[in-house]
């Protein structure tokens, strides 16, 4: 993940819609809208959305591999 500069950014672990949708690898409007289905948490401030770095990295993340189920529909026996 890439580090914002101390100097400029939202704040420490904090990314704007722009930064978090290329980590994502989404457009912003991609992103906005994953933030307004509630998909991707996020914080409002005045106008302006901030993600935590945390949350981003957790929807990129994999936490569990999911069973395959076959196209017939039936469980492999």
């Known amino acids: 993940m890439r ?7 939202p704040g420490p672990g904090l ?3 722009q930064e978090a949708a290329q980590e994502l ?5 991609g992103c906005l809208a994953a933030i307004k289905r509630g ?3 996020a ?6 959305y ?8 957790a929807v990129v993340t994999p936490t569990a591999v999911a ?3 076959p196209a017939h529909g039936r469980a492999p026996q």
């Open 67 to 69: 069973t395959a189920t």
């Open 50 to 57: 901030r993600l935590r770095a945390e949350d981003v990295r």
């Open 3 to 9: 580090q914002v500069p101390a100097d400029r950014g």
């Open 15 to 17: 990314l704007t819609v």
């Open 39 to 41: 998909q991707l948490p």
């Open 43 to 48: 914080v409002r401030l005045g106008k302006a």
């Open 25 to 29: 690898r989404l457009g912003y409007r």
